[in-house]
């Protein structure tokens, strides 16, 4: 029965994880970290899932993943066989800027940058110095942080995406961090990766109103010119984790799609 913990499982990309793993066998142990606990226990509840537990962790705040990752080794007897950092940032009040768009508005760049490298770079930083404790009581010791194929250059290239600045550019630091906390547990055996996963519509339930959505999904649909729409959730999940699962020696500490390879979109 292995133990995974998800860092931000609160909804969307997040919360799947949580639901697929705890279905795909009842004696998994399944940690999600929320920043609103009770709203994530009641989703847990209301899905049935008895196996999953929910402890509070804020990516924002590394006293609180290191509370959380003391309160998983409660519950797990002090191993985590799977670390899948999820939570993200989106730096929406700058999305559709492009980098000369922020001549006269530095500020705005300086304020959404130092929050989202803030959430997305140190906070999983901090969530994997916290559990990493755990992880090196393992046996299968797999770390995975979700990133973006919005860092790659030939996706930035042919998807002429010029926009989304922060965001991508807090998901290539993601990627650097990710293959520097490889080199340092290289030798304990600990497996790293950072996984794009796909285009997958989790928003419905979210904050992106649909207007910005959609100019911000405009260039997948000129870097694949077939794409046919989102991954469900459930499809995208399903996906990583397989990646997760098949990681191999020579792949640690990669930024890898969802298809473990950098075919980044669904059909190409
Ligand atoms: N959906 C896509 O097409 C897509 C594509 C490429 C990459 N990704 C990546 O996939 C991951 C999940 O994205 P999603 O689409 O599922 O987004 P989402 O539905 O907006 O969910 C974002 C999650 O991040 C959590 N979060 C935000 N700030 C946090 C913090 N400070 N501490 C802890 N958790 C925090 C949110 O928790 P709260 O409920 O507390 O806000 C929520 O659970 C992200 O890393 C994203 O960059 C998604």
């Known amino acids: 029965m292995p133990v995974y913990v998800i860092v931000g499982a609160s909804r969307g990309l997040g919360y799947q994880f949580l639901k697929t793993i705890s279905e795909q066998d009842p004696s998994n142990i399944v940690i999600g970290t929320a920043r609103t606990v009770e709203k994530a226990q009641e989703k847990v509840k209301n899905d049935g899932l008895k196996n999953v537990h929910i402890v509070h962790g804020d990516m924002d705040d590394h006293a609180s993943l290191t509370a959380a990752a003391k309160k998983t ?8 066989d799977y670390l899948i950092v999820n939570g993200a940032y989106f730096a929406i009040p700058a999305l559709l800027n492009a980098a000369d768009d922020y001549v006269g508005k530095e500020d705005l760049f300086l304020d959404e940058l130092r929050q989202i490298m803030h959430t997305n770079v140190a906070g999983t930083l901090f969530a994997f110095n916290a559990f990493m404790p755990l992880v090196l009581k393992s046996s299968i010791k ?60 989790t928003h419905a339930e979210d904050d992106i109103p649909k207007e910005l959505l959609d100019k911000v999904t405009e260039p997948l649909y000129r870097f694949d010119k077939g794409l046919k729409g989102p991954l469900t959730p459930v499809q ?33």
């Open 73 to 80: 080794a409660e519950i797990s007897g002090g191993v985590v």
């Open 142 to 201: 797999r770390v995975a942080a979700i990133s973006s194929a919005a860092a790659d250059k030939n996706y930035i290239f042919e998807g002429e995406d010029k926009i989304s600045l922060h965001y991508a550019t807090s998901k290539a630091a993601l990627n650097t961090l990710v293959a520097k906390f490889a080199a340092r547990y290289k030798d304990d055996g600990v497996l790293f990766v950072s996984i794009s996963p796909g285009w997958v519509d």
């Open 236 to 268: 995208s999940v399903e996906k990583c984790l397989k990646v997760i699962d098949g990681l191999k020696k020579e792949q640690n500490g990669e930024f890898l799609s969802q298809h473990g390879n950098k075919v980044w979109l669904v059909t190409k």
